[in-house]
């Protein structure tokens, strides 16, 4: 056997183990599941056995689900429709075994693995931190179709299904015991004592009524049809409102839940299978799940050979909106964090924002008030440097203004020590010009976060020309320490992300300019599936700092990054957007409205259709974007788009920037930008590579980067 391994005792008691060869995770492939299924033709004919266990092999890791990579590459109906009955089918005989069966979940148990733990008879899990229970299918455009939708609900009840289901929520080990998920949960270091208990339970007959006693099941009002017509209702229009109807699987996954509500199994598996090949063949659920698979492979990149240093002991210079974010973020993972304020007031200020983000997280029963109180207490601060000789890493965070930076890597280079490592969140000025000044810029690197930090995953890294090896593998190591997506950018001025969408905003001002409205610029590229229109981005990162990374940009790309002269004008009238209550939008009231005052600053009165809005947008991104990999600033096409979707949130149904680019053709790409750079200017002359990629026939994905 190349994935199970069988063992029996002489009581009757087996125990399967699940482990993959060369890899770290158990996942259920089409081999994988034909050699389980040939185990469990093995075991019906078995008469001694009274019972069986289902482990991993693995650390920290159950079953992570179905290989996605299979349904990724499938051509038709037919391919996806024979990998969803195979696993309906193996469970299916698993669940129909003679002898109860029991998983025992130490780790990630996802997906299809749950979906196999369902079908068993009890499930025990491991309160540890690693333990997470979930089906998540619906961030990849699928939902659960080896029986999830059908053996869920018995167990937790509709409503409750139907959240976990639609809210791809991954719940630990005693969350999933309170909701009946699981029959036991108990320490890592305790599952034998657990085991040994279930075993002799079961050989005395007296398991079963105790289980089954304790489960909470379908709830007494959810068999009425209007009620569960009326938690569907409610449960849709949420999804709606979240995502305005561009993800079809969690709207699906209501629909299954409505339409086999206490059909036979048979019959409800069948409705699900249907639902499951019609989704896997949508490009949404195509681009998703590459992303995915994106994901997964920068998890594995360290974009050095070096290894890296451990942080234990970090400080924050700065601390703003940024500094107070990474400050947390710090924290949050249990490093030591020294923040260096101004005033005792900023520092009361900081502790608040701080604070505030762990309360939404207490809110959400992620931590208890004690554990946050705890990790509050190792936030430290000074008006001085004291205490900075002790650290491994240390964040500025300031304003963008490089005289200040460098005034500040003046001061603490007196008192750290020449292995601390500095680290600067500037979002666009030159690391390499940065460090000029620097006695040590081999141990000086960019780790420019997004904001809100707490939210936002993605981590620009930016290595100078002689930031060395080991920096780059330690600030790489503690990213994804953080829980952060870190991918390494070549310095140049914006990095990639902000070079990337400050074209895209500045067109939606040219638009206004020359008569557009506010509202219907927005509201097309929100219809787009942009997560906030660019006039309220604009608001919300502040009109006097667009206006500066403007011009920092322009300095290092010439006119086609140009500063606004209308935004300048704003900035003259103070209307610097939410902070000030007025920019492109007045936040005054409740609800805001277009600032009736910059009217006066339009230049023209043409209406733009929600075509033009959206091509002039779009394609000004994509041709800068792809000036981005023609001067190799990030190194393939695959991770710009993860990072245009986790850096601005780039409609991830549309697989990415340059994803959407293939969709639409790099020839029809190439026509358009052409035609806007007759009528609207430079700006859109298309880049060296789109020409050479529309002569050569290629595409992004398509092998040529």
Same mark, same amino acid.
């Given at each position: 056997?190349?994935?199970?391994?069988?063992?029996?005792?002489?009581?009757?008691?087996?125990?399967?183990?699940?482990?993959?060869?060369?890899?770290?995770?158990?996942?259920?492939?089409?081999?994988?599941?034909?050699?389980?299924?040939?185990?469990?033709?093995?075991?019906?004919?078995?008469?001694?056995?009274?019972?069986?266990?289902?482990?991993?092999?693995?650390?920290?890791?159950?079953?992570?689900?179905?290989?996605?990579?299979?349904?990724?590459?499938?051509?038709?109906?037919?391919?996806?429709?024979?990998?969803?009955?195979?696993?309906?089918?193996?469970?299916?005989?698993?669940?129909?075994?003679?002898?109860?069966?029991?998983?025992?979940?130490?780790?990630?148990?996802?997906?299809?693995?749950?979906?196999?733990?369902?079908?068993?008879?009890?499930?025990?899990?491991?309160?540890?931190?690693?333990?997470?229970?979930?089906?998540?299918?619906?961030?990849?455009?699928?939902?659960?179709?080896?029986?999830?939708?059908?053996?869920?609900?018995?167990?937790?009840?509709?409503?409750?299904?139907?959240?976990?289901?639609?809210?791809?929520?991954?719940?630990?080990?005693?969350?999933?015991?309170?909701?009946?998920?699981?029959?036991?949960?108990?320490?890592?270091?305790?599952?034998?004592?657990?085991?040994?208990?279930?075993?002799?339970?079961?050989?005395?007959?007296?398991?079963?009524?105790?289980?089954?006693?304790?489960?909470?099941?379908?709830?007494?009002?959810?068999?009425?049809?209007?009620?569960?017509?009326?938690?569907?209702?409610?449960?849709?229009?949420?999804?709606?409102?979240?995502?305005?109807?561009?993800?079809?699987?969690?709207?699906?996954?209501?629909?299954?839940?409505?339409?086999?509500?206490?059909?036979?199994?048979?019959?409800?598996?069948?409705?699900?299978?249907?639902?499951?090949?019609?989704?896997?063949?949508?490009?949404?659920?195509?681009?998703?799940?590459?992303?995915?698979?994106?994901?997964?492979?920068?998890?594995?990149?360290?974009?050095?050979?070096?290894?890296?240093?451990?942080?234990?002991?970090?400080?924050?210079?700065?601390?703003?909106?940024?500094?107070?974010?990474?400050?947390?973020?710090?924290?949050?993972?249990?490093?030591?964090?020294?923040?260096?304020?101004?005033?005792?007031?900023?520092?009361?200020?900081?502790?608040?924002?701080?604070?505030?983000?762990?309360?939404?997280?207490?809110?959400?029963?992620?931590?208890?008030?004690?554990?946050?109180?705890?990790?509050?207490?190792?936030?430290?601060?000074?008006?001085?440097?004291?205490?900075?000789?002790?650290?491994?890493?240390?964040?500025?965070?300031?304003?963008?203004?490089?005289?200040?930076?460098?005034?500040?890597?003046?001061?603490?280079?007196?008192?750290?020590?020449?292995?601390?490592?500095?680290?600067?969140?500037?979002?666009?000025?030159?690391?390499?010009?940065?460090?000029?000044?620097?006695?040590?810029?081999?141990?000086?690197?960019?780790?420019?976060?997004?904001?809100?930090?707490?939210?936002?995953?993605?981590?620009?890294?930016?290595?100078?020309?002689?930031?060395?090896?080991?920096?780059?593998?330690?600030?790489?190591?503690?990213?994804?320490?953080?829980?952060?997506?870190?991918?390494?950018?070549?310095?140049?001025?914006?990095?990639?992300? *902000? $070079?990337? &969408? /400050?074209?895209?905003?500045? @067109? %939606?001002?040219?638009?206004? #300019? =020359?008569?557009?409205?506010?509202?219907?610029?927005?509201?097309?590229?929100?219809?787009?599936?942009?997560?906030?229109?660019?006039?309220?981005?604009?608001?919300?990162?502040?009109?006097?700092?667009?206006?500066?990374?403007?011009?920092?940009?322009?300095?290092?790309?010439?006119?086609?990054?140009?500063?606004?002269?209308?935004?300048?004008?704003?900035?003259?009238?103070?209307?610097?957007?939410?902070?000030?209550?007025?920019?492109?939008?007045?936040?005054?009231?409740?609800?805001?409205?277009?600032?009736?005052?910059?009217?006066?600053?339009?230049?023209?009165?043409?209406?733009?259709?929600?075509?033009?809005?959206? *091509? $002039?947008? &779009? /394609?000004?991104?994509?041709? @800068? %974007?792809?000036?981005?990999? #023609? =001067?190799?600033?990030?190194?393939?096409?695959?991770?710009?788009?993860?990072?245009?979707?986790?850096?601005?949130?780039?409609?991830?149904?549309?697989?990415?920037?340059?994803?959407?680019?293939?969709?639409?053709?790099?020839?029809?790409?190439?026509?358009?930008?052409?035609?806007?750079?007759?009528?609207?200017?430079?700006?859109?002359?298309?880049?060296?590579?789109?020409?050479?990629?529309?002569?050569?026939?290629?595409?992004?994905?398509?092998?040529?980067?």
């Amino acid at each position: 056997m190349k994935y199970f391994k069988l063992k029996k005792d002489k009581h009757g008691i087996a125990t399967l183990i699940f482990d993959t060869p060369r890899s770290s995770a158990n996942v259920f492939s089409s081999e994988s599941m034909s050699e389980l299924n040939l185990l469990l033709d093995s075991l019906l004919q078995d008469t001694q056995i009274k019972a069986l266990f289902i482990q991993s092999g693995k650390k920290d890791i159950f079953i992570a689900g179905a290989d996605i990579k299979e349904i990724k590459t499938a051509n038709d109906d037919k391919q996806v429709s024979d990998f969803i009955k195979q696993g309906q089918d193996l469970f299916n005989k698993l669940e129909k075994l003679p002898f109860p069966t029991i998983t025992v979940i130490d780790g990630a148990c996802l997906g299809g693995g749950l979906e196999m733990a369902l079908a068993c008879t009890y499930r025990i899990s491991t309160s540890d931190e690693h333990t997470r229970l979930g089906l998540p299918e619906v961030n990849l455009g699928l939902i659960p179709g080896f029986g999830g939708t059908q053996r869920l609900y018995p167990l937790v009840g509709y409503a409750k299904a139907m959240e976990l289901i639609v809210g791809a929520k991954q719940l630990k080990g005693e969350k999933a015991l309170k909701l009946g998920l699981v029959d036991a949960c108990v320490p890592s270091g305790y599952l034998d004592f657990k085991k040994e208990e279930y075993i002799k339970q079961i050989l005395q007959n007296s398991l079963d009524a105790k289980i089954k006693a304790s489960r909470k099941g379908i709830r007494w009002y959810e068999n009425i049809s209007f009620v569960r017509d009326k938690i569907s209702s409610i449960v849709k229009k949420k999804i709606i409102q979240k995502t305005a109807g561009h993800y079809p699987a969690p709207l699906m996954a209501v629909d299954i839940l409505q339409k086999s509500f206490l059909k036979n199994l048979q019959d409800g598996l069948k409705i699900e299978r249907e639902a499951e090949i019609n989704l896997a063949m949508t490009s949404v659920s195509k681009n998703l799940i590459e992303l995915f698979l994106i994901s997964e492979e920068l998890k594995h990149d360290s974009f050095s050979k070096s290894k890296p240093k451990d942080i234990k002991y970090s400080a924050v210079v700065g601390t703003g909106v940024m500094g107070s974010g990474i400050a947390w973020a710090m924290n949050h993972k249990d490093i030591e964090v020294r923040l260096k304020v101004r005033s005792y007031e900023s520092a009361a200020k900081t502790i608040k924002s701080i604070r505030k983000i762990y309360d939404e997280i207490i809110m959400r029963n992620r931590l208890s008030i004690r554990e946050v109180d705890l990790k509050m207490d190792r936030v430290t601060f000074t008006k001085e440097y004291k205490g900075f000789e002790n650290m491994d890493f240390l964040l500025e965070a300031v304003s963008e203004d490089k005289v200040l930076k460098e005034k500040v890597y003046s001061e603490f280079e007196k008192v750290i020590t020449p292995k601390c490592i500095i680290a600067t969140n500037t979002s666009s000025i030159s690391i390499s010009t940065l460090a000029e000044s620097l006695k040590h810029p081999e141990r000086f690197i960019g780790m420019h976060f997004f904001n809100p930090v707490n939210r936002m995953p993605l981590v620009e890294i930016i290595a100078g020309e002689k930031t060395d090896d080991e920096t780059i593998s330690t600030i790489v190591h503690l990213a994804k320490q953080l829980g952060k997506t870190p991918i390494k950018i070549k310095d140049s001025a914006g990095f990639l992300v *902000n $070079r990337v &969408l /400050l074209p895209y905003l500045q @067109e %939606a001002v040219m638009m206004f #300019e =020359e008569g557009g409205d506010i509202k219907d610029i927005d509201k097309a590229l929100l219809d787009f599936g942009m997560p906030m229109g660019p006039f309220t981005l604009i608001d919300t990162v502040g009109i006097d700092v667009g206006d500066s990374v403007s011009k920092i940009l322009n300095s290092a790309y010439g006119d086609r990054i140009k500063p606004s002269a209308l935004m300048q004008k704003m900035i003259e009238k103070e209307y610097l957007g939410k902070k000030s209550k007025m920019g492109f939008y007045d936040y005054k009231n409740k609800e805001a409205l277009p600032n009736p005052n910059i009217a006066a600053f339009q230049n023209g009165s043409s209406a733009i259709g929600k075509d033009a809005i959206i *091509n $002039r947008a &779009l /394609l000004i991104m994509i041709n @800068e %974007a792809s000036r981005c990999l #023609e =001067e190799k600033v990030v190194d393939n096409a695959r991770y710009l788009d993860i990072a245009m979707v986790m850096g601005t949130g780039f409609p991830a149904f549309r697989g990415g920037l340059m994803r959407y680019a293939d969709e639409i053709g790099i020839s029809q790409i190439v026509k358009l930008l052409n035609e806007l750079h007759e009528t609207n200017g430079d700006r859109f002359a298309p880049s060296q590579l789109l020409i050479d990629m529309q002569k050569e026939n290629a595409s992004f994905y398509g092998g040529a980067l």
